[in-house]
């Protein structure tokens, strides 16, 4: 998996920490408050866009009366204490962090949230000294499955996309990934847990957790 990797470059909500779950639970409040109930296909609709990008969509979709940075605002302000106190890292992660730390390799994060989001919840769990680059796709033309946000990162940690291995949980972050010439990881969560077979039909590789990743290196078996 890492032969001939220079830098990893990781996703962060569902990748880095467990945090999907909350979002559904911020959707149905929120719309609740025009009245409007949850749809169906959500989730699916806005999977990979971006924070601004997902703003627009419930602004035209829902007719949200408010302008997109109140949205936003909002968003954030509901987010905070899920961030601040509830959202744990995912299994292993810091261990593997280290031991890339220890291999001199490059790290990077690409997410679809917010900046404020992004940077509450690293330097809650003390992982931000780890990363040389942190975006969000707020700050590239298009979100994902579009590759802007990866070839960002990787630009920024001055690596070619080939060198790059991204991890990833759901399908168009994967696709991003692998739309930006990278090797891609998918990792297991919950939240997309019925999209396990695509996400691995997408991915070059595959772990249930970093725990099991690591297990793996350590044993020198490879992927």
């Known amino acids: ?45 806005i999977e990979g866009m971006s924070f601004t990008e997902t703003a627009h969509y419930f602004k035209n979709t829902f007719q949200i009366p408010e302008p997109i940075d109140t949205i936003k605002k909002t968003w954030n302000d509901m987010a905070w204490e899920y961030y601040q106190n509830r959202v ?45 680059s942190i975006r969000t796709s707020c700050e590239v033309q298009k979100g ?4 802007d946000i990866y070839l960002k990162v990787a630009d920024d940690l001055q690596v070619k996309p080939e060198e790059c ?3 990833e949980d759901i399908p168009n972050g994967i ?4 739309e930006a010439g990278m090797k891609v990881c998918a990792i297991y969560d919950n ?12 991915a070059d590789y595959y772990i249930k957790d970093y725990h099991e990743l690591m297990t793996i ?6 992927l």
């Open 1 to 45: 998996m890492l032969t001939d990797v220079k830098a990893v470059l990781f996703d962060l909500d569902g990748t880095l920490i467990d945090s999907m779950w909350l979002w559904k639970t911020i959707d149905i409040e929120y719309l609740g408050r025009y009245g409007i109930p949850l749809p169906d296909t959500l989730q699916d609709d």
């Open 88 to 132: 744990e890292l995912k299994l292993g992660i810091q261990v593997f962090l280290e031991y890339l730390l220890a291999s001199n390799m490059k790290m990077g994060i690409g997410s679809s949230n917010s900046n404020e989001l992004v940077h509450v919840i690293i330097k809650k769990h003390a992982i931000d000294h780890y990363f040389t």
């Open 144 to 147: 994902k499955p579009h590759p």
């Open 165 to 167: 291995l991204v991890f």
């Open 175 to 178: 696709i991003a990934g692998k």
């Open 191 to 202: 939240f997309s847990h019925k999209m396990d077979q695509q996400k691995r039909e997408l």
């Open 217 to 222: 290196l350590k044993e020198g078996k490879g």
